[in-house]
């Protein structure tokens, strides 16, 4: 015999228009009601529970309340603190220093640390998304390199960018652009903006085979005066870790 959880609507029908025990038909409908009344809280709960914004670059993460959330922090503990990120490399130091060759030199500042998404490896995408609010610092910028990137081509309405020489993972280097990008969000919401490297990213991308999930570190450094990066993919050990 079906339990009072298992009826449906038109079950409870059926027995209101028989002739029955009139307890049996109250029973039912009680039973059905308190069964969407739990179907109902288990759903909003769970929505709560799973609710998910995107980012301008489509990068999926937790909603978290502003006044909660904090910014350029590890989201792991090893023994309740919080680890240092990775240094820089000593091969990417001293391509460094050969590339400077005597020139004024600033040392490398670390920019951001994350994980690579889809989104940064797409060849339809064809850029390295550096979210403004996982960033350490925009210090890294001159006031001016930050109103050139904010600002337009007056012929092709186009933002302009940064002609920049960044070192690959490999150690080689290669010639990109740097941009911002502010996408507005969606119901009048607040503009999420992104610094982005683009250009020959794809060619990145491939020669280095960068895949999803890799932990990358972003630095910046400065020959003289000439901004420049550097892209370090850290071993497996530092997967996870994210200055968010």
Same mark, same amino acid.
């Given at each position: 015999?079906a339990?009072?959880?298992d009826? #449906?609507?038109?079950?409870?029908k059926?027995m ?11 029973a039912a409908?009680?039973?059905?009601g ?8 288990a ?5 709560r529970?799973?609710r998910?914004?995107h980012?301008?670059d ?7 309340s502003p006044?909660?959330?904090k &910014? ?17 490399p000593?091969?990417?130091?001293n ?13 490398p #500042? ?16 064809n ?13 890294f910028l ?9 600002? &337009?081509?007056v ?15 490999s150690l080689?280097?290669?010639?990109v652009?740097?941009?911002? !990008?502010?996408?507005?969000k969606?119901?009048?919401?607040k #503009? ?7 250009g020959? !990213? ?15 570190q972003? !630095? &910046? ?14 071993p497996?050990?530092?997967?996870g870790?994210?200055?968010?």
């Amino acid at each position: 015999m079906a339990t009072f959880r298992d009826l #449906t609507f038109d079950d409870v029908k059926d027995m209101l228009n028989m002739k029955g025990n009139a307890f049996d038909v109250l029973a039912a409908v009680a039973g059905r009601g308190k069964e969407i009344f739990d179907d109902h809280i288990a759903e909003t709960e769970t929505k709560r529970l799973k609710r998910i914004h995107h980012d301008d670059d489509g990068e999926a993460s937790t909603s978290i309340s502003p006044k909660k959330r904090k &910014c350029n922090s590890p989201n792991i503990k090893i023994n309740g603190q919080h680890p240092p990120p990775p240094p820089l490399p000593e091969e990417f130091q001293n391509v460094i220093q050969e590339m400077a060759q005597g020139k004024n030199l600033t040392p490398p #500042t670390l920019v951001i640390q994350k994980s690579l998404f889809g989104t940064d490896l797409s060849p339809g995408h064809n850029r390295l998304s550096i979210p403004m609010s996982q960033i350490l610092s925009d210090d890294f910028l001159t006031d001016e390199e930050k109103r050139l990137v904010r600002s &337009c081509d007056v012929a092709t309405k186009k933002k302009k960018y940064i002609d920049v020489t960044i070192i690959e993972p490999s150690l080689k280097s290669e010639t990109v652009k740097f941009s911002r !990008w502010d996408m507005p969000k969606g119901n009048g919401g607040k #503009t999420s903006s992104s610094y982005v490297i683009n250009g020959r !990213w794809n060619a990145i991308v491939e020669k280095n085979k960068l895949r999803v999930k890799m932990e990358v570190q972003l !630095w &910046c450094f400065r020959v003289d005066g000439d901004l420049r990066f550097a892209l370090v993919r850290l071993p497996g050990i530092h997967q996870g870790f994210r200055l968010n």
